[in-house]
């Protein structure tokens, strides 16, 4: 299983960005598919996930309404458009599966067995005030 993540970068306030995590060594339909994020001196939290089998979503309570997440399950990538940035949501930005069978409670989870998954590398994500 490979994830490689993209698109992170900086921007302003209430700017965009879109990260892409493109995946690799697993059938896309038997796994969820998300982002984790951890700020310095925070715990890792998840952020957004989407099944790859029915395409049903998560998002934190923190960026929902903010950020969408979709896949392409031609090009195995998915995709987390972030708009209306804030300061707030500055950090290392990571791409992480885990099979369908825990799904999205993996990732909102705050009690998470990190070895049920697979994680890609980092992304930063920096939003100026």
């Known amino acids: 299983v490979q994830l490689q993540a993209s698109g992170g970068g900086l921007v302003q306030s209430g700017g965009s960005l879109r990260l892409s995590c493109a995946a690799s060594?697993?059938?896309?339909?038997?796994?969820?598919i998300g982002w984790f994020r951890r700020a310095p001196g925070k715990e890792r939290e998840g952020v957004s996930c989407i099944n790859g089998g029915d395409f049903t979503t998560w998002y934190s309570d923190s960026v929902k309404g903010r950020f969408t997440i979709y896949s392409d399950n031609v090009k195995n990538t998915v995709y987390m458009q972030m708009n209306g940035l804030k300061p707030e949501d500055s950090a290392i930005y990571y791409c992480?599966?885990?099979?369908?069978?825990?799904?999205?409670?993996?990732?909102?989870?705050?009690?998470?067995?990190?070895?049920?998954?697979?994680w890609g590398q980092g992304t930063q994500v920096t939003v100026s005030s």
């Open positions: 060594g697993f059938r896309f339909d038997d796994y969820t």
């Open positions: 992480a599966t885990v099979s369908v069978t825990f799904g999205s409670d993996w990732f909102s989870s705050s009690d998470r067995n990190d070895n049920l998954g697979y």
